[in-house]
Each structure stands twice: as structure tokens, then as C-alpha cells.
């Protein structure tokens, strides 16, 4: 039971590690940039349907925020930025919940304000 969080925090750290590649295998899976943006051009210019471009798994807690729509090039650098901000937030969370839970298991009394929070930060963890 010591070493979950210390085991969050590294799981953590290879999902950051798989998740900060996906913008450039989609990228790579179109063939290159200009290619993708060619065929988003033309999956507009044929009357695509929208489809949901955010709010699927990791990121499920956007959904009810963000409509499907019809992909356009801004949507890249868009996706790119909120995959930089999930690769910064979810280790800094693992991190604290990691040093909340590890400074409590040591008797540290400093923490106890914060170890009524490890919980949440878990929930926001995953949200």
C-alpha cells in the first residue's frame, strides 16, 4: 500500500510520455503536415459529417463542452495545446498526491490540511 502512490505517479509518467506523441502520429498517419491539412480541405469541400474532435478518452470530461465539427487546420494547435497542458497538470498532481501521501505515511504534521485534499486530487486526476 506504501509503494500506490509512488506506482501512480510512474504510470503517470508513461502515459505523459505515450500521450505527448499523438499529435505528431496524426501528423505522420496523414502524411505530413500539408497533406493533412489538404485532407481536411477536402473532407469539408465534400460535405463531411462534423465529427467529435475532443472529448474522447483520455479527455472524456470536455465532451459536454465541445461540439463535433468539421476538422480545420487550427485544430492541430489547438489539440497540441491541450495535450502540453495534460502533460504538465496530470504529473504535478501524481507528484503532490505522491508527496501528500508519502510526507502523511512519515507522520509529517505539516500535511495534514493537505492530505484531506488527496482524494480530490484524484478525481481531478482522472477528470
Partial sequence: AEAAPVWRFLLTLVLVSVVKGVPSLF???????VKL?????DYR????EPIRLYGNPPFCCIRPCVKPKIPEPV????MRLG??????VQPLLAFLDL???TETALGARFVEPLARLS???RVIAIV
Avoid: E, N, T
Fill in 75 to 78: 485544430d492541430l494547435p489547438k
Fill in 27 to 33: 501528423v505522420d498517419v496523414a502524411g505530413g503536415p
Fill in 37 to 41: 491539412q489538404l485532407r481536411m480541405k
Fill in 99 to 101: 508527496f501528500i501521501q
Fill in 119 to 121: 482524494p480530490w486530487l
Fill in 45 to 48: 469541400a465534400r460535405g463531411g
Fill in 83 to 88: 495535450i502540453f497542458q495534460f502533460c504538465i
